[in-house]
């Protein structure tokens, strides 16, 4: 059995709500642009993840902020590394803002076969909205390849 159909086991209380109040001072600080601030904060809470870390259902929104906030960046190759780790864990595969950053990440990482195929899953996943608030570029780019993107 992979990674990816196991259910994901929960943490013991004490340390959940430490990665609760470290994600969330690293969610403050992306919001005020600190985001090195806020890599350390979710760095922090990822470090308190028993390994694998794959296991825990934590680790997906950890990963996934991790990620983003590579992203905001610019630091495509980073947000990829990410939300790649954050794929392999239980539950993650077919979060449609995961496929989003990834597929955006990989587009500006040049490798836009597989930005294709992740834009895919996050429209598929979510439809029209996912690309509200995003450059328009992903999805110009997704319309080139994809014939019933409205």
Known sequence: MSNLDQKPEELPSNTYEQIKALCAAGDQHCEAGEHELALAEFEKALSLLPTPIERWEAAIWILTAIGDTHYSMGAFENSRNALAGAMLCPGALGNPFIHLR?????????????????????????????????????????????KDVR
């Open 102 to 146: 990834l597929g955006q990440s990989l587009y500006e990482l040049g490798k836009h076969e597989k930005a294709m195929d992740e834009l895919a899953r996050a429209y598929m996943g979510a439809g029209i909205a996912i690309f509200h608030g995003e450059p328009p570029k992903y999805l110009s780019f997704l319309r080139k390849h994809m």
